[in-house]
């Protein structure tokens, strides 16, 4: 009996990373039926979707509107053969990595500190979503994709992008889309986009500490633990009056060993990002951004990817 390959996305899971966990379990069983692949490679094992926590509520709308089911949870890789979707890095996998086989990597980010004992298929690009970079992968094996998929995949592209208006969206990104909204059926790729964003922007029912976790990403930048998380919303407003609360909670979520904790309440409309920071050196903001914190925060305009515009910076101002 051939063990079967988990797919799996980062921890804290956005849209991309489900979406991409379903679409690239579904092609690698596809190369397996097809021998697709069998010049290369030998692909084994039926790929089962996974995700490493709770979906929020834009992929839950995402799923339900193109009618396809949660994949099931997947917090440990000990024993299993895995193929990891949206991210390479060991802070954001799933544990007990170096116990598990890891057969694939499809990402969209700089590379990760994972490492393998065997040459794999790895295929990274610096697109603006992992749904792009396997759009690319279906089209140069020949493999058909399903107007479902062709869905989710479109969201997806537009939910990383933030409907094309992150700096990490590139040509291919607006391509592929037009390409998959004409299977789907979409004329209007923008409207789509606002209604699955706009999915993301329901904070009401959301407390503080779901808010900063919903997208949280843990990094160590020179040997210090930082954590960053994000909040893309069609209107700041919509939480003016719950930064006091949500300060609180990020204060709690630093007390956990973090040298600092980022909170990106990033502005789809006005395009740009209130950073809230709790630091242990105040510096890093101005080193990374040229601005001074004013009290708590700064805004920081034209900032929208916390993946091209607050990392990398921040690495350089820790390094
Ligand atoms: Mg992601
Ligand atoms: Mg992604
Ligand atoms: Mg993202």
């Given at each position: 009996m051939v063990q079967e390959v988990y797919v799996v996305g980062h921890k804290n899971p956005d849209t991309d990373t489900v979406c991409s966990a379903i679409v690239f379990a579904y092609l690698w069983n596809k190369w397996r039926e097809t021998g697709a692949l069998s010049k290369i490679m030998k692909i084994e094992g039926n790929a089962i979707p996974a995700v490493q926590g709770e979906l929020n509520a834009e992929t839950k709308f995402v799923l339900e509107k193109f009618g396809i089911k949660a994949p099931l949870k997947l917090t440990d890789g000990s024993g299993k053969k895995i193929a990891l979707v949206d991210h390479s890095e060991r802070s954001q996998t799933v544990d007990n990595i170096d116990k598990a086989?890891?057969?694939?990597?499809?990402?969209?980010?700089?590379?990760?500190?994972?490492?393998?004992?065997?040459?794999?298929?790895?295929?990274?690009?610096?697109?603006?979503?992992?749904?792009t970079v396997l759009k690319i992968l279906f089209d140069k094996t020949g493999m058909i994709i399903p107007k479902e998929l062709a869905g989710i995949m479109l969201a997806?592209?537009?939910?990383?992008?933030?409907?094309?208006?992150?700096?990490?969206?590139?040509?291919?990104?607006?391509?592929?889309?037009?390409?998959?909204a004409k299977v789907v059926g979409i004329m209007d790729i923008t409207k789509f986009g606002v209604e699955v964003k706009g999915r993301l922007s329901e904070v009401q029912g959301m407390s503080a500490k779901e808010i900063i976790m919903r997208d949280f990403k843990d990094f160590n930048m020179g040997g210090k633990k930082v954590g960053i998380g994000q909040i893309e919303l069609l209107d700041l407003s919509l939480i003016v009056n719950r930064k006091e609360e949500i300060y609180k909670e990020l204060s709690k979520k630093k007390a956990e060993g973090y040298h600092s904790v980022f909170l990106m309440l990033t502005d789809i409309m006005k395009e740009g990002t209130e950073l809230l920071v709790i630091t242990d050196d105040p510096k890093v903001v101005e080193k990374a951004f040229g601005k001074r914190l004013e009290g708590r925060s700064v805004w920081l305009d034209k900032v929208m990817s916390r993946k091209k515009q607050v990392v990398p910076p921040l690495e350089k101002a820790f390094s």
């Open positions: 086989e890891i057969v694939a990597v499809v990402d969209h980010h700089k590379i990760g500190d994972i490492t393998t004992p065997n040459p794999i298929l790895f295929f990274n690009l610096p697109a603006g979503s992992t749904a997806s592209i537009l939910s990383d992008t933030v409907i094309f208006k992150s700096a990490t969206t590139t040509e291919l990104d607006k391509k592929v889309a037009e390409e998959l």
